[in-house]
């Protein structure tokens, strides 16, 4: 069982920038795929961007060109950086790491969640 805590949410205003982190401990994820997701009030938790063990990435596409997911195996973390933010980018964000020797293709395929960190843009 690996351990996810995710840091660095906020209130920022709209056109802003968050860089958030999930640092991984108790298991390496070095060989397994690792995504953000987030849930906005009265949605349902949705993908945000995932990367691979090798680096490729992958982004849901109302955040494509704006946030960048990237992730350090030596220290164990992955990064979501979050420029030009929006209101509607307003939610709680979870960091996940994938099941072992998949490519994740949605939510079913991740098995250990961070608790989350909460996200606010103002207009």
């Known amino acids: 069982q690996v351990q996810l805590v995710e840091s660095g949410g906020g209130l920022v205003q709209a056109g802003g920038a968050l860089r958030l982190s999930c640092a991984a401990s108790?298991?390496?994820?070095?060989?397994?795929?690792m995504g953000w997701f987030r849930q906005a009030p009265g949605k349902e938790r949705e993908f945000v961007a995932r990367?691979?063990?090798?680096?490729?990435?992958f982004y849901t596409d109302s955040v494509k060109g704006r946030f960048t997911i990237s992730r350090d195996n030596a220290k164990s973390t992955v990064w979501l950086q979050m420029n030009s933010l929006k209101p509607e980018d307003t939610a709680v964000y979870y960091c996940?790491?994938?099941?072992?020797?998949?490519?994740?293709?949605?939510?079913?395929?991740?098995?250990?969640w961070g608790q989350g960190t909460q996200v606010t843009v103002s207009s």
């Open positions: 108790g298991r390496s994820i070095s060989n397994y795929a």
């Open positions: 996940a790491r994938a099941r072992a020797g998949i490519i994740p293709l949605g939510q079913q395929d991740y098995d250990n």
């Open positions: 990367i691979r063990s090798g680096g490729s990435t």
